[in-house]
C-alpha cells in the first residue's frame, strides 16, 4: 500500500456549481463546505450571490450560525456585520470598536443557467465565459426536472468517471437504464474546444424504458465533458432504421463539486419545460433518477471509495479498458490543470 498521500485532485482556477440559484431565495444564509473550504452563501441587497468564508476574523465563530439581513451577515457572537465583498461594517454596541482592515475574504460568483457559480481560485482569471456551457438547461416559467441535489460519500473523480463510462449502463443498471442486449455497440471518443465527447451507438437492441419499452430498436446514449465537472448526457431510440432525431428533453445534467477528497456535492436535472397538463413528466423523470442514483450509482461509488482505503487512483495501478477511454482523458485533463496550477504557485 503507498503511504504517500494523493495530491489534490481539483484545479482551483475553474468554476464549481455551488448551489441552485433558488436555494438562496430570500434571507436565506447557506453554509456548505466547497473544496475544502467551509463557506457561507447569501444574496446582497441588490439580490446578486455572494460568498465568504465562513468564519468571523473576530473569535473564528461561523458566520452561519448568524444570521443575513438586507444582505448583510451579522455574526451570532458578538454582532459584527459584513457585506459581500467581506468588509466589516461593526456592530451596534457604541463601545466596540474594530481594526479598520477587518474583513473576511470573499469569493467571485457567477448566477448562470439557473445555478450559482463559484470561482474558488485566483479572482483576477475568474473569466465568466469558462462557465460550463449548459444551455439546455430550461428557463423558469413552467414545469422542469430541476434542483436536486445528493451529498455522496466519494470522491469527485470516481463520480465523474461513472457518467463518463456509458457502458456502466449496462451492468450496473441492467433492468432500469439498461439490459444485456446493449452489450453491442459502437463506441467514439473524441475532443473539440476543450469539450470530451463518448458517444455510443446500438443498434437492434431492446429498449429498457420509455415509449419504446421492451420493444426492438436502434438507441443512443452520449455524453459531453465540459471543464471541470459538468456533463450532459443525451440519448433516445428510434425504431430499426428510422432517423436518430433527438428529443428536446432527453438530455441529462450532471454536475459534480468536490466538497472534500472523499466527498462530492452531486447537483442533476434534465431538459424540458412542461406545461401543467405534463406536469407529471419532469416529476416522473426526477423521481427516477433519485431512485435510481441512490439505490443504483452511489452505493457502488462509496463502495469503491472505501474500498479504496485513500489512496491515489494512480497508484493502485488500475487496469483500463478500451471503454474507459472517455474518463481516462478527463482525468488526465484534471491532472494537467492541477499541475499548471502548482508550477504557477510554485
Known sequence: MSSRAPHRSYPLNAWYMACWADDLAGDRLLARTLLDRPIILFRDAQGAPAALNDMCPHRFAPLSRGRVQD????????GLRFDASGACLGNA???????????????????????????????????????????????????????????????????????????????????????????????????????????????????????????????????????????????GAVLPGEPPVQDEGGYAFHIFTPETERTTHYFFGSSGSYA?????????????????FLEEDNPMIEAIQDRMAGRDFWDMHPAILSSDAAAIRVRRKIAKLCREEGRAAG
Not at 444582505?71 to 458578538?78: A, F, P
Not at 449496462?170 to 437504464?177: A, E, P, R, V
Open 71 to 78: 444582505g448583510v451577515v451579522q455574526c451570532g457572537y458578538h
Open 93 to 235: 454596541s457604541t463601545y466596540s470598536r474594530f481594526p479598520p482592515d477587518t474583513r473576511v475574504a470573499s469569493y467571485r460568483l457567477v448566477e448562470r443557467h439557473r445555478a450559482i457559480w463559484i470561482w474558488p481560485g485566483d479572482g483576477g482569471q475568474a473569466n465568466p465565459d469558462l462557465i460550463p456551457r449548459l444551455s439546455r438547461i430550461p428557463e423558469a416559467g413552467g414545469h422542469e426536472n430541476l434542483g436536486n441535489y445528493l451529498h455522496v460519500q466519494g470522491n469527485w473523480l470516481l463520480e465523474t468517471d461513472n457518467i463518463m463510462d456509458l457502458t456502466h449502463v449496462h451492468y450496473l443498471h441492467d433492468g432500469s437504464l439498461g439490459n444485456e442486449s446493449m452489450r453491442a455497440g459502437d463506441m467514439r471518443v473524441s475532443e473539440k474546444g476543450g469539450v470530451i465527447r463518448a458517444e455510443l451507438w446500438m443498434p437492434d437492441t431492446i429498449c429498457p424504458f420509455g415509449p419504446l419499452e421492451g420493444q426492438l430498436c436502434d438507441q443512443w446514449n452520449n455524453v459531453e465533458w465540459h471543464a471541470p465537472s459538468a456533463m450532459i448526457i443525451d440519448f
Open 276 to 292: 401543467e397538463k405534463d406536469a407529471w413528466r419532469p416529476r416522473m423523470i426526477g423521481e427516477l433518477q433519485n431512485r435510481i
